[in-house]
């Protein structure tokens, strides 16, 4: 059976090897992206949400090393291509958006220079046809006067001006995944609304399997088909967006969710989740979220196993929510 | 919401700020040499700005980058002078006041900032921290500081067994717990939190935000609450003011101003948030960016984004009209 998805992640291990010990940072990872779909990762820092995208492009740095799993593009398994297959399938048929573009962009070279040398790098084109289809890119992503824009530096632009410029240069090739790392986190709430309904729109016309990775549920919410959510380097509830939203059955998306300020009563103490996010060198046994979690019992210290509601939606946890009885912590 | 409505605590009268370049010595020279006039290049990053807050209150103040809101911040703490206007507390002009009022007055307001690291000195033990404007404003007796000190930290939930640990030992929210302490302890009226929350995670900040709540009612605290996330100020603020490019354009009641904004910057502000109640958002964007605060635009500062622009907008700077009871709005087309 030929599979739809373009993606498949299955149980995906990357763990850091650190002087203070191993930190296992993506701990069993696994998930699906079919095309023209979009999944919502969400996370706090440190859970291993960016590790998570990092592995499938193959840019896990040492002391960083993908040590388990299978990451399947079209079927083909990632981890084991060489270098040069990587080479070849990053930025062409696999894109990533960074958080900050800066990171992404030469400072001192303009960007017809960086688009140019984007497209030649995987097409044998003429010089003309690669600024042509870079004027095109741009414009794409609602950058006025694209021909005029071309010839400017990274400096010129404004920070929402710079990221069209990364998902531009990402779409350049048409790829069939998109990886996006918080790439709205540090934008206005304007220009993150004209950010978030381009790549709406660039999706569902080209198909494009979509991997938005962000700390923020409520830009998920809006975006994504399905969402993940991840705390400590493991996947602990992961289902269709209305379902995970609505009546989530982990108590960390739960807890997540009572934190978004515009859920309570305003003026009203928030719902919080005590204590913090645990050192992955240091995680306690069984449940990493049991130490913050008001339904832990005495058996979270052993490894939960996963729970199935319906088809879609799995969650990771020994005593999950019941939408029923309401959902509310108890 | 308990109505807290008392007198103008802190008030800015038509504050505006301007910074500029300060022609160097070589454009002296050339100026004198050649008799060439260079225009001098400035930002108008407040734009003759009235604001007050009234005691025992929780003023949001909303704005996207580069709107001016932290200058803003900053000139009401006394970290920046204004260009021109004036900060009143408690109804007398700061720079009128006298060398101890004036003391006294810096430090009845306090700032708490976005990145709690780099305003928090690295080589010192968070004890000494939180201590030492206590000690050197004679609050409290040095003989006492040390269990001063040991209090403030618990009226923050920091552990105080870890008061001789240095900064980088903590975690993000644990170090804006000792912002807000180090704050505390000068005894302050009033707090200006710069985007307190921004840099934390969604659990943290709700820890963060609760712990505001919490000690606005313990030291009947006032605030000026500045951030660029409307869920937050919405959970937070008895009143919101909203800032566009130097100048405020809309003031009202939290409620009023979410049910019924006013200005259309309110109005596509508050739609483009991103909810967690909205499925596959049709995003509506509001075209173009901020314009940039060196060339801005004449008469009201948004028509170039304005879906309602008039010609007349174009002209005239809007006016700051009442347009309900306590809700005011700077827009031509409700005159």
Not at chain 1, 34 to 45: I, Q
Not at chain 1, 89 to 107: C, K, S, V, W
Not at chain 1, 268 to 289: E, H, K, N, V, W
Not at chain 2, 283 to 294: I, M, N, R, T
């Amino acid at each position: 059976m030929a599979d739809e998805h373009v993606l498949r992640v299955e149980n995906l291990q990357t763990h850091f090897f650190t002087r203070a010990g191993v930190a296992r940072a993506v701990d069993g990872v696994s998930f699906a992206i079919r095309a023209g779909s979009v999944l919502g990762l969400v996370g706090e820092s440190g859970s291993g949400k960016s590790v998570t995208g990092n592995s499938i492009v193959g840019l896990v740095d040492p002391p960083g090393r993908i040590v388990g799993g299978r990451i399947l593009f079209h079927g083909e398994d990632l981890i084991k291509s060489s270098p040069a297959r990587m080479r070849a399938l990053r930025g062409f048929r696999i894109a990533m958006i960074l958080q900050d573009p800066m990171m992404t962009l030469n400072p001192v070279l303009r960007i017809e220079t960086q688009m140019v040398e984007a497209v030649q790098a995987h097409e044998n084109v003429s010089s003309a046809e690669a600024r042509r289809r870079a004027c095109d890119a741009l414009g794409r992503v609602g950058i006025p006067k694209p021909s005029e824009r071309l010839d400017a530096f990274p400096h010129e632009f404004s920070g929402g001006m710079r990221q069209r410029v990364c998902i531009a240069i990402a779409l350049l090739h048409n790829p069939e995944l998109i990886i996006a790392d918080e790439p709205t986190t540090a934008l206005d709430v304007t220009i993150q609304a004209q950010i978030l309904s381009e790549m709406q729109t660039l999706c569902a016309d080209n198909g494009t399997a979509l991997l938005w990775i962000t700390h923020d549920l409520a830009v998920v919410a809006g975006l994504a088909d399905s969402i993940a959510v991840m705390y400590a380097g493991k996947i602990v509830e992961h289902g269709p967006t209305d379902q995970m939203i609505d009546s989530p059955r982990h108590p960390y998306t739960r807890g997540l969710i009572d934190s978004v300020p515009s859920r309570a009563a305003p003026g009203d103490p928030l719902r919080q989740i005590p204590g913090m996010t645990p050192s992955l060198l240091s995680l306690p046994d069984g449940c990493a979220f049991r130490l913050r979690c008001s339904r832990a019992i005495a058996d979270c210290v052993r490894e939960p196993a996963v729970g199935q509601f319906g088809t879609a939606h799995m969650v990771r946890c020994i005593r999950p929510l019941d939408p029923a009885t309401g959902g509310g912590v108890a | 919401m308990k109505a807290r409505q008392g007198a103008a605590i802190v008030e800015a009268r038509g504050v505006s700020k301007r910074f500029a370049k300060t022609t160097d010595i070589a454009g002296k020279a050339a100026r004198y040499i050649f008799g060439t006039h260079t225009a001098d290049q400035g930002v108008q990053a407040l734009d003759r700005v009235d604001l007050s807050v009234n005691e025992g209150e929780l003023l949001g103040l909303v704005g996207e980058s580069g709107c001016g809101k932290s200058t803003f911040g900053r000139i009401v703490a006394g970290i920046l002078p204004p260009s021109e206007g004036a900060i009143m507390y408690r109804g007398r002009d700061m720079t009128e006041l006298d060398r101890s009022e004036a003391k006294k007055a810096k430090l009845a307001i306090q700032m708490i900032f976005q990145d709690a690291f780099s305003s928090l000195n690295p080589r010192m033990r968070v004890g000494e921290i939180v201590g030492e404007a206590a000690a050197y404003h004679q609050i409290v007796q040095r003989e006492v500081l040390d269990d001063y000190v040991v209090q403030l930290f618990r009226r923050v939930g920091l552990d105080p067994a870890d008061k001789d640990r240095y900064p980088h030992q903590f975690s993000g929210g644990q170090r804006q717990r000792i912002g807000i302490a180090r704050a505390l302890a000068v005894k302050p009226e009033f707090l200006v939190c710069d985007e307190a929350v921004s840099a934390l995670d969604v659990s943290i900040q709700a820890q963060i935000l609760n712990l505001f709540l919490k000690l606005r009612e313990e030291f009947q605290l006032t605030y000026l609450f500045i951030s660029h996330d409307l869920g937050v100020v919405r959970h937070l603020s008895d009143r919101v003011a909203i800032m566009y490019l130097g100048r405020i354009v809309e003031t009202a009641a939290t409620d009023q101003l979410f049910v019924s904004p006013h200005h259309p910057y309110t109005q596509a502000l508050i739609e483009q948030v991103p909810r967690l109640d909205a499925r596959r958002q049709a995003f509506a964007p509001l075209k173009g960016e901020l314009p940039s605060p060196l060339d801005p635009p004449t008469g009201c500062h948004f028509h170039p984004r304005c879906p309602l622009a008039i010609e007349r907008c174009k002209r005239e700077v809007p006016p700051f009209r009442k347009v309900a009871q306590g809700h005011w709005s700077a827009c031509i087309r409700d005159g």
